[in-house]
């Protein structure tokens, strides 16, 4: 029998195996103490078969990986049962983070990324699937940040290399419509407020596609703009009732989130029809506003093309100035009535026609262009970034206060 070291009691070398009740003990020959309980050697492979103990199975790490495999994979199948998916998408979703886990990039990742993962294997899922899952509602479900979550979902886009086709904008606006309040008659809401689902959901789309063509969808949250477009629509439905109703009490009424944005949103797209209603003689006599011009949504909608393409000049066909980069906002007379605004503008996302900021200049001036790094640099330059003796007290002076 190897020497087990000492006794701690009385010191003596003396230790013997014995059996006690199936589990093996260490006893002391000559005092009777009991040294240690249960296994005797660290590892099952150990005593058998005398190799050497991997440092990973020492220290546990490939069974953290293992257990942390199978942690992950359950709350991404827990996750597809709560989000009701499809049998396949599960599938898709594991083998997913199956590769990602196995990537070395996602080995060291906080536990908390390490969970987001899951949910961005969901969501890449849904995505390609196009399944209208938006990263705010899987973000809730996780009690995650979107930022953190986006820059997780970034890099597991980028180290698999997976590509993650845009979130389809109908889908979006059957689901985002299937709980609407205001289809099912609770009591609570006045009769002339309750609308069809079938009805409703179609000019949603219709406007939510005019919203696209029209430049108002791209690089935008959806959400504000379906939120925006299904209060349109509804209004238009019914107008004479429903033209008093805010967006914010509509959103209250059928029960949906009213996403800032969503405002902004409204004005853009009621601005689009009233630009497509100067193009109709009848309606141009009405002088419609932003209010009246809701009631022919109908109308407008149904010669959609056509309107829009007289509404807005073509690009390059527009005049002089009013579309230049370099002259900043773009003419007052845009701001002006509807019915006065006779000069057609090129279609353009807000952004261009409305910049916030000074434009960026397209090319550096010629100064800049002609200075080449090599020219001298006189001492009286470089001297006025140092203190001089007057300053340098002073800072002392300040400093000694903290
Ligand atoms: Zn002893």
Redesign the pocket.
Known sequence: MAARGR?P????EALVEDSHYAQQQLV?A????VVSEGLLTTTYTEEEQLREVAYSQSTGQKEQLSRCLQRGIRRVQDLCKVLQLPGAFEETSVSYFQRALQHPRFHLLSLEKKELLGGCCVFVTCRQHNWPLTMGTICSLLYAKQELFAGVFLSLQKELGLSVPALSLADLVKTHLNGFRLCQRPADVPAPFVEDKEQLVTRTLQLVELAGETWLVTGRHPLPIVTAAAFLAWQSLRPCPRLSCSLARFCQLADLDLPPPARLRLSELLDVLLRMASQLAWLRVFRLDKKSVVKHVGDLLQHRIFLLRNAFCQEGEEERGEADPGQGPPPAQQKGHPSERSGRRPLLPPCLLKPRKRLRTAAPSAWEAAVTGDEPISDGEIEQYLRSPEEIRAFRRAKAWQ
């Open positions: 006794c009691e009385c010191g003596s002391c000559s005092c009777g103490c």
